[in-house]
């Protein structure tokens, strides 16, 4: 496995998991009730969305370099 394939799939697996934190944080908030979870709910998910636009620009960037 290159270095570019590792990359593309440790963003898409942080992406991924970004994205079911923030769904348990927001069902926890609708079971406590708390300020922090619907912060770090709404948190996780501009990260999760973060990462993908990052995981778009990094495959924009290196198109020419091959997986192997």
Do not use: D
């Not at 990359?7 to 923030?22: D, E, K, R």
């Amino acid at each position: 496995m290159s270095l570019k394939s590792f990359h593309i799939f440790f963003i898409a697996v942080s992406s991924l998991l970004a994205f079911g934190f923030a769904y348990w944080l927001f069902r926890q908030y609708a079971e406590r009730s708390g300020a922090t979870l619907l912060l770090f709910g709404f948190t996780s998910v501009l990260v999760g969305t973060g990462l993908i636009f990052y995981g778009i620009r990094f495959l924009k960037k290196l198109k020419h370099v091959s997986y192997l």
